[in-house]
């Protein structure tokens, strides 16, 4: 035991000379920068909250009114703008332990992608950059943003970006050119200072699309505060009117690139079905492939049952479609979540369906959000909390208790060795300051050699 605790502490001295950290604090920004990306990768952490932390802090624009419509929390409200335009927020008032990183988030409510027959755009950025400011809040600063995201030719309604902001007080969105020389979005700041968890986009046809935005009525994301008011996800909606899994299959790469949110549903299948009982396989492999994608991108997979519908056209095929979900089910297990059941929903409450027997009416897609927060709520909100008040302090590796093979695991990753992660990032942090350090390392060979 000596000598692996001797390894250990020779990987703390060795890190403590890395980052020029003197007796055991570390000083400067350059140290604290390095330090803190380490620690907030998102393999190192558990599941942790995003709240917003832009609502209705000052908020200004250049050549329009408005600007506070933005960041309200009705979201049937938005900046509207045109082209060659700000949107810049006074973050100063928010702990800076809040705003270290922070996921930046705008919505409109346009079709998702210039994609399938039914395109619909309108008032989108198209180019636009993301900009840090260090100045005092109070006054809207003319000089000093630095550009620390930029975008070119953008074709989605929705988009969010993670953003460093260690030591900035400011954000802004300035667009230089929009669909039809108009803006009309509304733009969230989230904490993300801990990891990107609490971040989501529904995947789908226009049931989707007609469903997950959140400007007509109670959105997703506010269904989930009212179960619980530590939590307000990041909710983009990537539904699109009249595609099916193959469009899913074709483009889910693409959508997946750069953007951080965690869990990603696909919600395909009425479409596939329509007139078609005899297509199930294929659907089967386009979700599949569409799984296998989400996963490869270190995200989890959502999946959830395709609506149960009235139409005759839909509703007797949907069964041999919904199989292959149960299928898929049990093949990946764990690895992806269960997703709401709209099969029996709308078999219960056909009440909630529209003429067409296919699309909810509005009643019909509120039931829907609601359920998606309950359902979700439960499978994983609860789940990580149950998780996070039965792990064992110092426990870092998941093997349900804390010994040497702990602080060994934990030397490892201060050493940012490249097989090693954390398995239990909160377990580690021994000194309760909401990051991982030599610090912890210290107590922990302090509490196995006592």
Same mark, same amino acid.
């Given at each position: 035991m000596k000598k692996l605790i001797t390894s250990v502490v020779t990987a703390a001295m060795v890190m403590n000379t890395f980052f020029a950290v003197p007796s055991m604090a570390y000083e400067g920004k350059e140290a604290n920068t390095a330090l803190s990306e380490i620690t907030s990768s998102d393999t190192a952490q558990?599941?942790?909250?995003?709240?917003?932390i832009s609502r209705g802090v000052p908020a200004y624009s250049g050549k329009s009114d408005g600007a506070s419509f933005a960041n309200d929390e009705f979201y049937y409200t938005s900046w509207r703008a045109t082209a060659e335009d700000y949107l810049a927020y006074d973050l100063s008032?928010?702990?800076?332990?809040?705003?270290?990183?922070?996921?930046?988030?705008?919505?409109?409510?346009?079709?998702?992608?210039d994609l399938g027959m039914y395109v619909s755009r309108n008032e989108e950025p198209e180019d636009y950059t993301i900009e840090v400011n260090k100045a005092d809040g109070g006054t809207y600063p003319e000089s000093g943003w630095e550009t620390v995201?930029?975008?070119?030719?953008?074709?989605?309604?929705?988009?969010?970006?993670?953003?460093?902001?260690?030591?900035?007080?400011?954000?802004?969105?300035?667009?230089?050119?929009?669909?039809?020389?108009?803006?009309?979005? !509304?733009?969230? @700041?989230?904490?993300?200072?801990?990891?990107?968890? /609490? +971040?989501? =986009?529904?995947?789908? &046809?226009?049931?989707?699309?007609?469903?997950?935005?959140?400007?007509?009525?109670?959105?997703?994301?506010?269904?989930?505060?009212?179960?619980?008011?530590?939590?307000?996800?990041v909710q983009q909606n990537g539904g699109i009117g009249g595609i099916t899994s193959r469009d899913g299959k074709e483009?889910?790469?693409?959508?997946?690139?750069?953007?951080?949110?965690?869990?990603?549903?696909?919600?395909?299948?009425?479409?596939?079905?329509?007139?078609?009982?005899?297509?199930?396989?294929?659907?089967?492999?386009?979700?599949?492939?569409?799984?296998?994608?989400?996963?490869?991108?270190?995200?989890?997979?959502?999946?959830?049952?395709?609506?149960?519908?009235?139409?005759?056209?839909?509703?007797?095929?949907?069964?041999?479609? !919904?199989?292959? @979900?149960?299928?898929?089910?049990?093949?990946?297990? /764990? +690895?992806? =979540?269960?997703?709401? &059941?709209?099969?029996?929903?709308?078999?219960?409450?056909?009440?909630?369906?529209?003429?067409?027997?296919?699309h909810p009416?509005?009643?019909?897609?509120?039931?829907?959000?609601?359920?998606?927060?309950?359902?979700?709520?439960?499978?994983?909100?609860?789940?990580?909390?149950s998780e996070a008040n039965t792990s064992v302090k110092g426990d870092v590796n998941g093997d349900g208790g804390f010994n040497v093979a702990d602080m060994v695991t934990l030397g490892k990753w201060l050493l940012a060795s490249s097989d090693t992660v954390l398995a239990d990032w909160k377990a580690g942090d021994l000194c309760e300051d909401g990051r991982i350090d030599t610090y912890d390392l210290v107590i922990m060979r302090k509490l196995i050699t006592e």
């Open positions: 558990a599941f942790s909250a995003n709240p917003i008032k928010a702990p800076a332990g809040e705003r270290k990183r922070v996921i930046a988030v705008w919505y409109n409510n346009s079709s998702y992608d995201e930029e975008v070119t030719g953008n074709t989605y309604s929705t988009r969010q970006h993670l953003i460093e902001m260690d030591g900035y007080n400011w954000i802004r969105m300035k667009v230089t050119k929009a669909t039809g020389g108009n803006i009309n979005i !509304n733009f969230d @700041i989230h904490d993300a200072t801990g990891g990107v968890s /609490d +971040s989501w =986009i529904f995947f789908g &046809d226009s049931i989707t699309a007609g469903g997950m935005g959140n400007a007509y009525g109670t959105g997703y994301a506010t269904y989930v505060n009212r179960l619980d008011d530590r939590y307000f996800p483009n889910i790469d693409r959508w997946l690139s750069g953007n951080p949110a965690k869990y990603v549903s696909i919600a395909y299948g009425t479409n596939d079905c329509w007139g078609n009982p005899n297509n199930a396989e294929t659907y089967y492999a386009n979700t599949k492939y569409m799984i296998e994608a989400i996963l490869k991108a270190g995200k989890v997979p959502v999946l959830p049952k395709i609506p149960y519908s009235t139409n005759p056209d839909v509703g007797p095929n949907t069964g041999y479609y !919904n199989a292959m @979900i149960d299928k898929l089910y049990d093949e990946y297990g /764990d +690895s992806i =979540i269960h997703g709401p &059941d709209f099969d029996e929903y709308f078999r219960e409450n056909t009440w909630g369906l529209s003429s067409d027997g296919v009416n509005s009643e019909g897609y509120d039931g829907m959000r609601q359920l998606w927060a309950e359902t979700m709520y439960a499978n994983v909100y609860s789940k990580a909390t």
